[in-house]
């Protein structure tokens, strides 16, 4: 780049506009660049882009724990029972429900599959629960269960995308990245953003779940480990030693603040930020994933083994995360697509998953977290009512699922919406994940329509130009 000269010219040349275009068109360039990036919070006079931040209004959640179950759970086996359904099991369903009818893999007028497994009532409320979930149907007085989501998309990959950045495309932040966009973090030496992914098998839609997408990529989430070190490369090399490496970080750290303050890219304030955060977590991180110092009985309510990998392990460790201040924690547990063995997998699925997720609801409440921390549970589409796979398997299915929520505003004991009586679409409180998305922000504090970025020309927003909060959810 070429450099500005140090002196005003003077005679005929003296302030001509070719001068100042060529001359001073770089450092007026940055001082514009840096005066937009400051008034967003993001340019060089804020070194700290992840520090506290006021949302638009006073928020009923703080945190946020998303138990992300990809793949699919099926609905008709676990929350919406439905007794037509099994009453015209093996039988071809109606013309006139097909109509205009996509399936992702089987031919959509295979015979119906009725459930495979028996519902009770459960809790005051007296919601209906499947008998593969026992911990579940015992906090159902402190959950809302809304049997009527839809979505967009009918294959693994575009539908998580979806799930997670309100679009199919990738390139979209994530919904975590857009919280701690909005709302900074309270954890000063931890991550704002912490993903794990305990299944047998990674997220269809890769890390896009958790990236930053166009926003500066301070926001993205960070990938933690299930064994040995939460982040790699967390240790000293040997011969590096704590007064060496904090004097290394210095030195580069001030190479890094002249440079951001003379170009104000956000890049360089994540740069110094991750740096500076990889110095603390070598101490806060080890501490902790060692849940051996939690008490017997919580590890007992989890489910939990110290040192032994595991989805109770993980969620644990969710709740020592907001704790500790950590603001949006996704836990991916990728093993729910049952094409076939469906009873076998469910049930499967069900025991390694189902305590953990009811004992971070009750550990949450009785450590009085919960008012503040939203919990979401769901997967990113549903189970076709036709069977796949011979006698015992389910396709993907967009038009009806089932997700749960608690705390954080959300209005505890409530079934929410419902599908027709074979469990194919929802006939009453259809949500959308836009509308999801749109309530989640608005728990947080946010108006989602004006939590924006502007990128490439224009502002852009976790829902796009869709969403609406969806009332009948809060408390």
């Known amino acids: 780049m070429k450099r500005m000269k140090n002196s005003i010219p003077t005679g005929s040349d003296a302030l001509s506009r070719r001068w100042f275009i060529e001359q001073c068109g770089v450092g007026m360039g940055a001082l514009a660049l840096n005066h937009l990036l400051s008034s967003s919070g993001y340019g060089a006079t804020q070194e700290n882009p992840l520090a506290p931040k006021k949302p638009h209004f006073a928020p ?140 047998r098998k990674g997220p269809s839609n890769g890390n896009s779940g958790w990236g930053s997408g166009f926003l500066p990529t301070v926001y993205q989430g960070v990938q933690f480990r299930n ?90 460790m969710a709740r020592r995360l907001v704790e500790r201040g950590v603001r949006f924690v996704q836990i991916h547990h990728e093993v729910w697509d049952q094409h076939g063995n469906l009873v076998r997998d469910l049930k499967l699925n069900c025991q390694e998953t189902d305590q953990a997720c009811a004992a971070l609801v009750r550990d949450l409440k009785q450590r009085g977290m919960l008012k503040d921390t939203l919990v979401i549970w769901g997967g990113e589409f549903g189970r076709t009512p036709m069977v796949q796979g011979g006698s015992d398997g389910r396709d993907h299915h967009p038009n009806a699922f089932t997700m749960w929520l608690a705390g954080g505003g959300i ?20 949500v959308h994940v836009h509308d999801l998305h749109a309530t989640i922000m608005h728990l947080l504090g946010f108006d989602h329509e004006k939590l924006t970025y502007r990128f490439q020309g224009r502002d852009f927003r976790l829902t796009d130009v869709h969403g609406l909060v969806v009332d009948k959810l809060m408390a």
């Open 60 to 199: 009923k959640a703080k945190n946020v724990i998303f138990l992300f179950m990809g793949g699919a759970p099926s609905h008709l086996e676990m929350f919406d029972n439905k007794p037509q359904l099994a009453k015209f099991d093996g039988t071809l369903p109606p013309p006139e429900l097909l109509k205009g009818y996509r399936a992702a893999f089987i031919n959509p007028n295979s015979k119906l599959l009725g459930p495979k497994f028996k519902f009770a009532r459960y809790g005051q409320s007296g919601v209906e629960i499947s008998e593969l979930l026992p911990h579940t149907s015992a906090i159902v007085d402190d959950i809302a269960i809304v049997k009527s989501m839809v979505t967009d998309a009918f294959n693994h990959a575009p539908a998580q995308l979806m799930m997670h950045t309100g679009s199919m495309i990738f390139g979209r932040p994530s919904i975590g990245s857009w919280a701690t966009y909005g709302l900074g973090s309270e954890a000063e030496d931890l991550p704002a953003f912490v993903v794990f992914s305990t299944g």
């Open 227 to 316: 064994v040995g070190d939460p982040v790699l490369y967390l240790s000293n090399p040997r011969g590096v030693d704590e007064t060496l490496q904090r004097d290394s970080l210095d030195t580069i750290s001030k190479l890094n603040r002249m440079r951001l303050d003379t170009v104000g890219d956000p890049e360089i304030s994540t740069r110094i930020n991750s740096f500076e955060m990889a110095f603390k977590m070598q101490k806060s991180a080890p501490e902790l994933i060692d849940i051996s110092n939690e008490p017997k009985h919580i590890l007992e309510l989890y489910g939990a083994e110290p040192g032994k990998p595991s989805f109770a392990n993980t969620v644990l």
């Open 411 to 430: 209005k505890p004991g409530l079934v929410m919406g419902e599908t027709d009586e074979l469990g194919f679409n929802v006939v009453s409180d259809r």
